[in-house]
């Protein structure tokens, strides 16, 4: 398993070493020890999966404290554009996004710490999705920015995706006022 920093810090993109033959193939999908060498200790506490069609949107999604999350995510099925957006307002990459493509055969994880939004874009039918959380959902704590704000300026490569009626209600990132 490799781990690889990305330009904004706390951002991770875990590659796991693959081995297959003719069975099919096998990997290490986590390994606290390689977070920790990475300056990242995590406990997770609950799982997450979802299945969408192509060209759905979810996101950018985000947890207050106290329910704030770290995620852990990963294509089981499918394809997705993976985007987290910095909302740490004291960082010095603010409102900067870093965006990656997880697909099945790639078998790349992202890991997004807290005071982040998080968003995805399934580019295959019945793509399955999912992430590893280290704090419990929390309905009052959810925050949210829409994924179109110009002051992000996304390149998603969809005009119009389909959305969630919250996700279609957020509010611009302009608006945001960051809890973090």
């Known amino acids: 398993m490799e781990i690889l920093r990305t330009e904004i810090e706390g951002l991770l993109v875990i590659k796991p070493q693959i081995f297959g033959d003719h069975r099919g193939y096998f990997f290490e999908s986590f390994r606290q020890d390689k977070f920790v060498e990475n300056g990242v200790d995590l406990d997770f506490v609950q799982d997450n999966q979802s299945k969408s069609k192509k060209d759905i949107l979810r996101g950018l999604h985000f947890q207050r404290s106290p329910h704030a999350q770290g995620k852990l995510v990963q294509v089981i099925k499918g394809a997705v554009l993976d985007v987290a957006v910095d909302i740490r307002k004291n ?9 990656l493509e997880m697909t099945e055969e790639n078998k790349l994880m992202f890991w997004i710490p807290p005071g982040f939004a998080h968003g995805f874009l399934t580019l295959h039918d019945d793509t399955i999705f999912a992430y590893k959380c280290t704090n419990y959902y929390n309905v009052e704590s959810e925050g949210c920015v829409r ?9 998603w490569g969809i005009t119009n995706p389909v ?3 919250k996700d279609l209600n957020a509010p611009l990132f ?3 006022k960051s809890p973090f």
């Open 174 to 176: 302009k608006d945001l």
């Open 91 to 99: 960082s010095k990459t603010y409102g900067k996004h870093f965006k």
């Open 147 to 155: 994924w179109d704000s110009p002051d992000l300026n996304i390149d």
């Open 163 to 165: 959305l969630s009626e």
